[in-house]
């Protein structure tokens, strides 16, 4: 029995909500700048919610991508947690999980709902993340093996990981906030693509249909570099400025990282991971940055 908790737990590979937070805190933050206060409880509760649709996809998408996770490698960042190729016998648990997390997220959504004013749209902004999560890798839609993964995860972490924040702090999205979500759409294009870099194989073997698996790994780390450079871009001209623009000079960390890819493109499996993995924590170190220089700004 222990075993088995502890192979559930390593399913659900918890450190990824880390990223889900720094971007749902990013999402308040831009909101208190705007002039919106900020209550500290509504904003647990909206992370909440979030938490257990993220968390959620990491369990569905071990349990759909199997054959391609049997024909990849696990890496820190890739190719699932592994769990289910050691104990295929918790699959069908894996998918009850899931789905639980996702009525999770839905009924604290709708306690959340009675208990504060919320928008028409903040029922269907809830249940429209969880499904862009669950038909990540799930059939029919299954994004990721129909070349729309990327679009999916954009979506993501340029609207609904921040779009919490904003939401429960704002009380309703405007044009300032949707603004402001179009750098954090390349942010998001940048973050899966690197993902998919070290997987090309795995994913090939499976049938998905990713960037890299189309156009190969030189052009990934090119299309990397863009997605970084927009990113950057719509990060110096729209993102609140201190005396110097601090989030867009932050910004210019993934691009740097994804520059230095692309001028020397690593070559073998270990140092495409150690590249994807290099990129991984530029955009992590970025969101941390950023939250902080927006915190001192309130």
Same mark, same amino acid.
């Given at each position: 029995?222990?075993?088995?908790?502890?192979?559930?737990?390593?399913?659900?590979?918890?450190?990824?909500?880390?990223?889900?937070?720094?971007?749902?805190?990013?999402?308040?933050?831009?909101?208190?700048?705007?002039?919106?206060?900020?209550?500290?409880? !509504?904003?647990?509760?909206?992370?909440?919610?979030?938490?257990?649709?993220?968390?959620?996809?990491?369990?569905?998408?071990?349990?759909?991508?199997?054959?391609?996770?049997?024909?990849?490698?696990?890496?820190?960042?890739?190719?699932?947690?592994?769990?289910?190729?050691? !104990?295929?016998?918790?699959?069908?648990?894996? !998918?009850?999980? +899931?789905?639980?997390?996702?009525?999770?997220?839905?009924?604290?959504?709708?306690?959340?709902?009675?208990?504060? *004013?919320?928008?028409?749209?903040?029922?269907?902004?809830?249940?429209?993340?969880?499904?862009?999560?669950?038909?990540?890798?799930?059939?029919?839609?299954?994004?990721?093996?129909?070349?729309?993964?990327?679009?999916?995860?954009?979506?993501?972490?340029?609207?609904?990981?921040?779009?919490?924040?904003?939401?429960?702090?704002?009380?309703?999205?405007?044009?300032?906030?949707? /603004?402001?979500?179009?750098?954090?759409?390349?942010?998001?294009?940048?973050?899966?693509?690197?993902?998919?870099?070290?997987?090309?194989?795995?994913?090939?073997?499976?049938?998905?249909?990713?960037?890299?698996?189309?156009?190969?790994?030189?052009?990934?780390?090119?299309?990397?570099?863009? /997605?970084?450079?927009?990113?950057?871009?719509? /990060?110096?001209?729209?993102?609140?400025?201190?005396?110097?623009?601090?989030?867009?000079?932050?910004?210019?960390? *993934?691009? +740097?990282?994804?520059?230095?890819?692309?001028?020397?493109?690593?070559?073998?499996?270990?140092?495409?991971?150690?590249?994807?993995? !290099?990129?991984?924590?530029?955009?992590?170190?970025?969101?941390?940055?950023?939250?902080?220089?927006?915190?001192?700004?309130?």
């Amino acid at each position: 029995m222990a075993g088995t908790l502890l192979a559930l737990v390593r399913l659900g590979r918890f450190r990824f909500l880390l990223g889900g937070l720094l971007l749902c805190i990013f999402g308040a933050l831009l909101a208190g700048v705007a002039g919106h206060s900020i209550d500290p409880v !509504r904003l647990l509760a909206g992370w909440t919610v979030l938490a257990a649709g993220q968390l959620s996809v990491s369990y569905s998408n071990d349990y759909f991508d199997r054959v391609a996770d049997r024909a990849g490698t696990q890496t820190r960042i890739s190719g699932g947690s592994g769990v289910l190729l050691e !104990r295929p016998d918790l699959a069908p648990l894996a !998918r009850q999980v +899931a789905l639980s997390l996702i009525g999770a997220s839905i009924l604290i959504a709708l306690d959340y709902a009675a208990l504060y *004013p919320v928008p028409l749209y903040f029922l269907p902004f809830v249940l429209a993340g969880n499904l862009v999560g669950w038909y990540y890798t799930a059939p029919p839609l299954a994004f990721a093996y129909r070349g729309l993964g990327e679009a999916a995860t954009a979506l993501t972490f340029g609207f609904f990981m921040p779009g919490m924040g904003y939401l429960v702090v704002a009380g309703g999205f405007d044009l300032f906030f949707v /603004a402001r979500t179009v750098p954090l759409l390349f942010f998001g294009l940048g973050f899966i693509i690197t993902v998919e870099t070290p997987d090309r194989e795995g994913d090939a073997a499976a049938g998905k249909r990713t960037f890299v698996v189309r156009y190969g790994r030189r052009a990934a780390f090119l299309a990397v570099f863009a /997605a970084f450079a927009a990113f950057a871009a719509g /990060a110096l001209l729209l993102y609140p400025l201190l005396p110097v623009p601090a989030i867009g000079i932050a910004s210019l960390l *993934p691009v +740097a990282r994804a520059a230095f890819a692309c001028l020397r493109p690593p070559s073998g499996r270990a140092a495409v991971v150690a590249a994807a993995g !290099r990129n991984h924590a530029a955009l992590a170190a970025f969101v941390l940055l950023a939250d902080i220089v927006l915190a001192a700004r309130l």
